[in-house]
T-cell receptor
Framework: DQQVKQNSPSLSVQEGRISILNCDYTNSMFDYFLWYKKYPAEGPTFLISISSIKDKNEDGRFTVFLNKSAKHLSLHIVPSQPGDSAVYFCAASNQAGTALIFGKGTTLSVSS | NAGVTQTPKFRVLKTGQSMTLLCAQDMNHEYMYWYRQDPGMGLRLIHYSVGEGTTAKGEVPDGYNVSRLKKQNFLLGLESAAPSQTSVYFC??????????FGEGSWLTVV
């Protein structure tokens, strides 16, 4: 059973508009959440994270929102740029534990 | 900065052959991981290690073995390769409770 779910395999957005990527999780023990970005033929790179003690974390054009009661988080990219086109993975962990569990990813395409 | 380095980057194996993927990190991280990425499946954890001399199973450990004899190295072994192990393999490392950093990937094809 998937513990981290990204239900939208793909998302298309126009340059300058907002991109919203969603992620749901089932394990209530998760308390640390991250977003990774991946270009073809490269390893995933860290984008932004949030601890369960917060409900929002912002870094430039990227903001992550966490709704613990709904076990839901989202990544907002404003404004979207063509260079943002990539696969975005949501990941979660228990800080007292170890490895990250990833979702299946959402492919974002930003058109100019 | 080298970060996380994986070797080899590309490899073609015949069914039944064995091979080892090597991961090296120069960040003095305690934790190291091996993931595989398959189309439509995201990143799935194979094995991980919380320190030198320790290993643990992840989500999809069958068919793989690992060893962490030195803190900076994490080896992933395939004793008898199968076509189902055709995948892109990513090594990663982290400090306790912190962000994990990935290598660039190793493309393995089993024919």
């Amino acid at each position: 059973d998937q513990q981290v779910k990204q239900n939208s395999p793909s998302l298309s957005v126009q340059e300058g508009r907002i991109s919203i990527l969603n992620c749901d999780y089932t394990n209530s023990m998760f308390d640390y959440f991250l977003w990774y970005k991946k270009y073809p033929a490269e390893g995933p790179t860290f984008l932004i994270s949030i601890s369960s003690i917060k409900d929002k974390n912002e870094d430039g054009r990227f903001t992550v929102f966490l709704n613990k009661s709904a076990k839901h988080l989202s990544l907002h990219i404003v404004p979207s740029q063509p260079g943002d086109s990539a696969v975005y993975f949501c990941a979660a962990s228990n800080q007292a534990g170890t490895a990250l569990i990833f979702g299946k990813g959402t492919t974002l395409s930003v058109s100019s | 900065n080298a970060g996380v380095t994986q070797t080899p980057k590309f490899r073609v194996l015949k069914t039944g052959q064995s091979m080892t993927l090597l991961c090296a990190q120069d960040m003095n991280h305690e934790y190291m991981y091996w993931y595989r990425q398959d189309p439509g499946m995201g990143l799935r954890l194979i094995h991980y290690s919380v320190g030198e001399g320790t290993t643990a199973k992840g989500e999809v450990p069958d068919g793989y073995n690992v060893s962490r004899l030195k803190k900076q190295n994490f080896l992933l072994g395939l004793e008898s390769a199968a076509p189902s192990q055709t995948s892109v393999y990513f090594c990663a490392s982290s400090s306790v409770g912190n962000t994990i950093y990935f290598g660039e990937g190793s493309w393995l094809t089993v024919v």
